[in-house]
């Protein structure tokens, strides 16, 4: 789903008043009934204009409900109520191109006032057709439908609060700089995914840096759940060192791990389920890529909980419950999760195409629609960039 942050910039206060009212009103009701819009809003009458230029972009969506008209808020409308908090806060000053479009969020490039560039993930989860059983379909049409708002939102939560905690405790991640809804600002990684790098120099020392990231996050009580080549960034740096008046280059390749709603403790149920699915998809990466096979067997889980803890190291798993990330916030999201048929991009068990020919990457887009749970957005099927005043600050960037 694109983002177009054309109408930004013609919104009144009005508009953002009555915008933000409908988000609330969504809290209790699936259709916001017109008069309570006014009365949140605190504009009454005045609001019909505004809940029709609304409308009309596509922020929010009129609804029937068998007893009362209404409206209710669309992916468009969270997106401009997020763009409009980093507005605010100076966290996000341009929004720029598209640079990942995953099957549960959209990642842009954006930029801060003096230009810094960062990314914005945006959760979309629910978007994608319901590809699961019957049981599945009945446990989300017992859930309201603003349930897609609240889960993205959770899974953004998430993914902010593990990237935090892991960034404290020295774990090679992005710097995560802001939360919004159903979004998240973090640093841009200068780099590729794993999965776009055809050689390196060194696969035995990529490999066993891979395998004690993922014992390390074992020690602080973590599995990611999605340890794969495409959430794992590979930095290059050239190190330029003087040896015997000679200058000599080596190329340093740093790995970058991404991508956290689905990470899991170490105390989960299927802990060793998931810590063993993410140290074959590394195994199976390596020898199909880089024909590369490590000597050792393992690690397995069993090693792994030895290292629970160890030197006295903070158990996020337990921590993240702490800053706000609680464990009824986390059972909710895996229930979805689950239900939606979300279970990683590195799943081993989901056809992934010809793995050599190397260029169709990336997840494709699901078909949309249909049968799902997508709220159906007008600003979600226009273009992405536009052409805008230099005092724009929303406007795209080339
Ligand atoms: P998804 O949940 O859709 O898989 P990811 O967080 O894995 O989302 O991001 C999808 C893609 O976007 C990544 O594979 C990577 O190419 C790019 N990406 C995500 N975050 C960053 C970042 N901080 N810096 C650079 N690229 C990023
Ligand atoms: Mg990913």
Not at 77 to 87: C, E, I, P, Q, V
Not at 98 to 109: A, C, N, R
Not at 183 to 198: C, E, G, H, K
Not at 367 to 386: A, I, K, L, S, Y
Request: net charge negative; aromatic share 8%; glycine share 8%.
């Amino acid at each position: 789903m694109r983002l177009d942050t054309k109408a930004m910039r013609y919104l009144t206060g009005e508009d953002w008043r009555t915008l933000t009212a409908v988000e609330t009103g969504s809290r209790n009701h699936e259709v916001v009934p017109t008069p309570l819009i006014g009365q949140i809003s605190g504009l009454r009458g005045g609001v019909h204009k505004s809940i029709s230029a609304l409308a009309k972009i596509g922020l929010i969506a009129r609804l029937k409900n068998a007893k009362y008209d209404g409206y209710r808020l669309t992916y468009g409308g969270l997106d401009y109520l997020a763009l409009n908090t980093y507005r605010k806060r100076k966290d996000v000053y341009s929004v720029g191109n598209q640079i990942g479009v995953g099957k549960e969020s959209d990642i842009f490039v954006v930029a801060d006032e003096q230009g810094v560039q960062r990314v914005l993930k945006i959760h979309r989860l629910g978007r994608i057709s319901f590809r699961t059983v019957k049981a599945n379909r009945d446990y989300l049409r017992n859930r309201s439908s603003g349930s897609w708002m609240y889960m993205s939102r959770l899974a953004a939560l998430k993914e902010y609060t593990f990237m935090t905690a892991l960034r404290e405790n020295g774990f090679a991640v992005p710097e995560p700089l802001a939360q919004s809804r159903h979004t998240i600002v973090m640093s841009l990684i200068d780099a590729f995914p794993m999965r776009q790098i055809s050689s390196v120099p060194d696969p035995a020392s990529l490999y066993a840096e891979l395998i004690s990231m993922i014992l390390r996050l074992a020690q602080y009580g973590l599995i990611h759940g999605d340890f794969n080549e495409f959430n794992i960034l590979i930095k290059e740096e050239v190190k330029k060192e003087l040896q015997e008046n000679k200058e000599t280059e080596s190329i340093i390749l740093t790995p970058i791990l991404i991508d956290f709603p689905q990470m899991v403790s170490v105390d989960h149920a299927n802990a060793e389920y998931y810590f063993d699915r993410d140290v074959n998809c590394i195994k199976r990466f390596f020898e199909r890529r880089f024909h590369f096979t490590s000597d050792e067997k393992g690690p397995h889980f069993a090693d792994a909980r030895k290292l629970i803890g160890k030197d006295g190291v903070t158990r996020l798993d337990v921590s993240v419950e702490a800053s706000g990330f609680s464990r009824k916030m986390a059972k909710e999201l895996e229930a979805y999760m689950k239900a939606v048929g979300v279970d990683g991009d590195g799943d081993p068990e989901a056809a992934r195409g010809d793995e050599e020919s190397g260029d169709e990457d990336e997840d494709e887009e699901e078909e949309e629609g249909e049968e799902d749970g997508e709220p159906e957005n007008e600003t979600g099927r226009q273009v992405e960039t536009m052409e805008g005043d230099a005092s724009d600050p929303f406007q795209a960037k080339g």
